[in-house]
């Protein structure tokens, strides 16, 4: 056990509520934000799910990105922040100032409240979303740290804010982060056993899939468990080697989706019965991307090649991956565990 205090951001988020379990069975103690202290019973639920009851060694505190209110309570006495809350898909954003705003000023406020809290490092949860957004041309390599996505190219509003956000967060550390650290994780597509009913949003391809959608749009991703994302998020928090990097957690080469529903009729029996492995045409998607918001944001990478490298990550930190199939599987097996699906 170790007396160390880790504040976690955004504790109801499903990469935090894992680096929350992470943190707990190495020994720390822990204190996480919620917007709403109503869903500290709902975080409670889900760890347990998880395996754990943390007892006194996890307390909460009122913080929201948007207002400076919560957050040197929230910091106080911390060793380290693993910061992951950010605005994420939920259809509430109207205006891309609503993906941008909370994301660069949280960060901004998570950082002046850690420098002045004293902290020693910062672990920001970023994305693959601000290495390889708006980036569709052709590849001879696959994405790694050195990437950054093209804000002038055709990037979703959820990909900018995760690039500006970033951005402004190395910013800040250089201009007046005084002696605190930064270290960021940018995952990839993240799966892995939900916890609870309120998943994240890379899970909704795996249910959406099993729950009988009309094909698959000829896409392809990286994938990464989310119980090997906390392990890296604690890897960078501790690790000298970590100090001022950017890490990539990703697992194996980009899969199509097509591979992905193959791969969940293949391994989860009947559950998988109304998954369809029929690829939908380029012009079938971008048609009803006409009409449809959530297709239209897809739009920009039917055939791009989304390869990535977590090279970084395992050389410079020893992070060892579970391998992709075993991620896909333990999503689908979860979501049937929990009733989400049949």
């Known amino acids: 056990m170790t007396e160390e205090l880790v504040l976690v951001t955004g504790g109801s988020g499903f990469i935090a509520q894992y680096c929350i379990l992470a943190l707990l069975g190495a020994g720390y103690r822990v204190r996480t934000t919620l917007r709403s202290m109503s869903r500290s019973q709902e975080v409670l639920d889900n760890l347990k799910t998880g395996g754990v009851e943390p007892g006194d060694r996890l307390s909460f505190v009122q913080a929201d990105l948007k207002s400076d209110a919560g957050w040197p309570e929230a910091v106080r006495g911390c060793r380290y922040v693993i910061h992951g809350a950010s605005p994420t898909p939920s259809g509430d954003q109207v205006r891309e100032e609503d993906w941008v705003r909370p994301a660069v000023e949280g960060n901004l406020r998570v950082l002046r409240a850690a420098r002045d809290a004293g902290v020693k490092r910062v672990v920001l949860t970023s994305a693959f979303g601000a290495i390889a957004g708006g980036r569709s041309e052709p590849r001879n390599r696959p994405f790694d740290e050195t990437d950054w996505s093209d804000l002038d190219g055709n990037i979703a509003p959820y990909q900018k804010s995760k690039t500006l956000a970033e951005r402004a967060a190395w910013d800040f550390i250089a201009r007046e982060g005084n002696s605190l650290e930064l270290a960021t994780v940018n995952p990839t597509t993240v799966l892995g056993p939900a916890l609870g009913p309120d998943y994240s949003h890379s899970i909704r391809l795996i249910k959406n899939m099993l729950g009988g959608q009309p094909g698959c749009p000829k896409i392809n991703t990286c994938v990464v468990d ?45 559950t998988a019965s109304k998954v369809n492995t029929r690829v939908l045409p380029n012009w079938f998607v971008r048609l009803v991307g006409l009409f449809n918001p959530a297709m239209r944001g897809i739009v920009w990478q039917l055939g791009a090649d989304m390869n990535a490298s977590g ?25 049937i565990r929990l009733g989400i699906v049949g």
């Open 311 to 335: 090279e970084k990550a395992t050389h410079l930190l020893g992070w060892k991956p579970r391998s992709r199939e075993e991620a896909i599987v333990a999503t689908a097996e979860s979501l």
């Open 226 to 270: 989310v119980r090997d994302v906390a392990d890296l998020h604690l890897r960078a928090m501790v690790d000298p080697a970590a100090k001022g990097e950017r890490l990539l957690a990703t697992t194996g080469n980009s899969l199509w989706l097509v591979d992905i529903a193959k791969l969940l009729k293949e391994r989860t029996g009947l």
